[in-house]
């Protein structure tokens, strides 16, 4: 079953950056709309960036808008998550899949922890 590779991930302290990347494949990749959710313990999945096949039309969640930056590269099948001014609160652990997601593609994701 294919599913989504995440990496980038780590432990950074406050106001800092990371980039997280996500190896994509298949048919979910191919043609579709991807996106980032990230998952804290005891909370909903949210989701916080999606990207348009062409790159053109990417959305935030209010929570990161200003502060993360998702884009693709379509000819490597990667996806990306360009995360800057990081808070305490982004805490959580990242996914990317389609967008709508499908089940089967969940992967084990990246943690992202940030400290003050």
């Known amino acids: 079953q294919v599913q989504a590779v995440e990496s980038g991930g780590g432990l950074v302290q406050a106001g800092g950056s990371l980039r997280l990347s996500c190896a994509a494949s298949g048919r979910i990749f191919t043609d579709s709309a991807m996106a980032w959710f990230r998952h804290t313990p005891g909370q909903e999945r949210e989701l916080i960036a999606t990207i348009s096949w062409s790159g053109r039309s990417p959305g935030y969640a209010d929570s990161v808008k200003g502060r993360f930056t998702i884009s693709r590269d379509n000819a490597k099948n990667m996806l990306y998550l360009q995360m800057n001014s990081l808070k305490p609160e982004d805490t959580a652990k990242y996914y990317c899949?389609?967008?709508?997601?499908?089940?089967?593609?969940w992967g084990q994701g990246t943690q992202v922890t940030v400290v003050s």
């Open positions: 899949n389609g967008d709508p997601p499908e089940e089967p593609y």
